[in-house]
């Protein structure tokens, strides 16, 4: 069941704030530029749970896998196309810190979030 995007969620990890900036560059609603400034803003920002969960469901479809388990099945070509979309926004962010991060956020989600990630 769907929750209300009234639910949110503070994010206050670089890694969380750039696998949903990524998520969003995929899906097309927003540009580099507004990732960078929400990946590395200081201050907490704020995800309402529907958004978070269409962030995944977007990298898993880009990736042509349904479950963190299949990632390593995926395609090279889009792994290497995600990685380069990450070092577009951050050319220190690691792909271990991004993979990590993205593992972390499908457990938050699994378990339906605390209020701090």
Known sequence: MARECSEVYRIRSK???MVLMIGCILRGTHSAE???SYVTTEKREFICYPHCNESIDKI?????V?????MSKCSTQEMD?????VKSLDSNFTVDQFFKAF?????KEDKKF????
């Open 15 to 17: 890694g969380i704030r």
């Open 81 to 85: 196309n995600l990685v380069d979309i």
């Open 66 to 70: 349904t479950s963190i388990q299949e």
């Open 114 to 117: 605390p209020i701090n990630l």
């Open 103 to 107: 593992n972390l956020l499908l457990m």
């Open 60 to 64: 898993f479809e880009y990736l042509g």
């Open 34 to 36: 507004q990732a960078i």
